[in-house]
């Protein structure tokens, strides 16, 4: 293959193949949070919102939805791209895809588009969902596309990253449950970091997930607790971190070649 040349075969082959593992399991990888963004609404925003009227003037139930998506986003991003490419590492087939006429840059955009893909469309579940149970609108609809696709596609790079570097299951499912996941609840999904006192609010500010979940409730209601340039800057920031990452792993082979 020359050097310049783009396989679009190959890449093409590799999402196909794993967008192929995602239907086969459709029903589970769309109705389970189907059935949780219901629950969600069931407990929060009837619960809680039937106590709390309104948030930044936006309904307690309409509020919650862009973090009920963010989170799902951010957890299937990371869980697709994570065992999409730790499957192969793991049974040994990974060094047959080595040794295909397949760069390392088509890998990337292959097992990282079909990560997203599929993060995107569960994102798009849920927010259809939402609309049965709370009237939504969408202030920066082309935004809200932005946020959705840069949050993807950098979730499911970093997932990427952890599905090299994991030497096991039990690995591969640390940082997406120790640490992703806490880092959402503490992110403003549920509330708005207003409501927490001046010294909280300060160490909320630190947390990178507030930047990524209030740049897309902004999308939606044209209101943000921070800057939306601050979430957009926070957002690509962490993408450059991540290419920077997986950049390096491409050069060095790192956990790939041995």
């Known amino acids: 293959m020359n050097a310049t040349s783009f396989n679009r075969y190959g890449v093409w ?3 196909r193949f794993e967008m192929a593992r995602f239907m086969r399991t459709v029903g ?11 629950l969600y609404f069931v407990v929060f925003g009837a619960a809680i919102g039937s106590r709390m009227q309104d948030v930044n003037g936006v309904a307690y139930g309409a509020f919650i939805v862009p973090g009920l998506i963010m989170l799902s986003i951010l957890t299937q991003s990371l869980s697709n791209a994570s065992f999409g490419i730790y499957f192969p590492r793991f049974t040994g087939t990974i060094y047959e895809l080595l040794s295909a006429p ?23 579940v849920i927010l259809l969902t939402a609309t049965f149970f709370v009237k939504l609108q969408i202030a920066h609809p082309v935004w809200m596309v932005v946020f959705l696709v840069l949050t993807s596609v950098t979730f499911s790079l970093f997932g990427f990253i952890i599905g090299i570097w994991a030497k096991g299951f039990e690995q591969l499912q640390l940082i997406p449950m120790l640490v992703i996941t806490p880092l959402t609840f503490l992110g403003g999904a549920f509330y708005s970091i207003d409501m927490l006192p001046p010294l909280w609010r300060t160490v909320t500010l630190f947390n990178p997930v507030v930047y990524l979940v209030d740049g897309f409730r902004w999308a939606f209601f044209d209101t943000a607790d921070v800057g939306v340039g601050w979430s957009l800057g926070a957002t690509c920031g962490f993408l450059a971190v991540c290419i920077a990452v997986v950049a390096w792993i491409f050069r060095t082979g790192y956990r790939l070649k041995n």
């Open 13 to 15: 082959a590799i999402y």
């Open 28 to 38: 589970q990888s769309l109705v389970t949070p189907v059935i949780t963004t219901s």
């Open 102 to 124: 397949v760069s390392y840059l088509e890998l990337l955009i292959a097992y990282v588009g079909a990560a997203a893909t599929k993060s995107i469309i569960l994102g798009l």
